[in-house]
């Protein structure tokens, strides 16, 4: 199925479709881990699905874009959001405002070769789960029909299929 298909397919399928289930949970924690063994880098998969429908696994990077272990020491975060709705991922990207307590704020991905090829190894061992990865442009469009849970808002794609909370 295509980027496309899929969406229609998870908006079709509601929000009633979210996995919460254990398994869901031991499947992105092997994608974590599988990622952690081919950048060669501690990963962190965080398993908290309140006011989301996708777990999320963070990799730290310092001020060259060089993978690091440690939030402590990290300048950016990378999150990769995987959707339980729909066989769909997204990377997101953010820069650290403050060290304490840490504060990180979403931004646009910088033009750097080195973030080029850290997105291309993510992206290939995602297609080995045979995860799509999810259009940026296609974040703020409306999830018609569907309304946050936090506010009761009309939904966009990214807070259906993702989260509420970045």
Known sequence: MNVEQLIKNGLKKGSDAVDYSPAFTAYAKTIANT????????????DDMNYSHAQIIFLFLD???????????AQYQVKIWVSSIENLYIITFFEKLQSQ?????????????????LINRIDEVMLTFSLSKFPSEKENLSAEGYYTELDNLPAT???FFFSELE
Do not use: A, C, G, M
Request: a neutral charge; glycine letters at 0%.
């Open 35 to 46: 990622l952690s063994n081919s950048l060669d880098v501690k990963t962190y998969h965080s």
């Open 63 to 73: 001020l060259k874009f060089n993978l690091i272990s440690f939030e402590t020491d």
């Open 101 to 117: 307590p840490i504060t990180w704020k979403r931004v646009l991905f910088p033009q750097n070769i080195i973030l080029d090829n």
């Open 157 to 159: 794609l990214f807070q």
